[in-house]
């Protein structure tokens, strides 16, 4: 059994569409998307409102959760960071967690096999 790894990549809202393809183009068949609001070290920003100025310290965001394990993780960290980097605060996160188990509930199966696409199985 292949080992299943969850890479999460909260990231510009605007980067979502090219994530997607370049997650395509490395065989990365599915993946979740949320949109999400938070704040990292830029603890948000100041905005003009009808003359009164708010702090707006969640930020608009999108959550992309891919669960692999035949493509390599490197592949998708490096897919996503060359996506999603602009260079400037606020390009996000990518966060890699180790999965004990997926389970498909349609089939019951367990394991890689519950992840993989059928057809290559």
């Not at 994530?19 to 999400?36: D, F, P, Y």
């Amino acid at each position: 059994m292949n080992p299943i790894t969850k890479i999460d990549i909260v990231t510009r809202p605007e980067k979502l569409e090219e994530l997607k393809e370049a997650m395509n183009k490395i065989s990365v068949t599915g993946m979740t998307v949320t949109q999400v609001y938070g704040c990292g070290l830029s603890k948000g920003h100041r905005e003009i409102y009808r003359g009164q100025e708010y702090a707006i310290n969640l930020v608009p965001k999108v959550k992309i959760e891919i669960v692999v394990c035949e493509v390599p993780v490197e592949r998708v960290v490096e897919a996503a960071k060359s996506v999603c980097r602009t260079g400037k605060m606020g390009d996000g996160k990518i966060f890699v967690y180790p999965l004990t188990n997926a389970v498909r509930i349609r089939t019951g199966e367990e394991g890689d096999i519950a992840i993989m696409d059928p057809k290559n199985a």
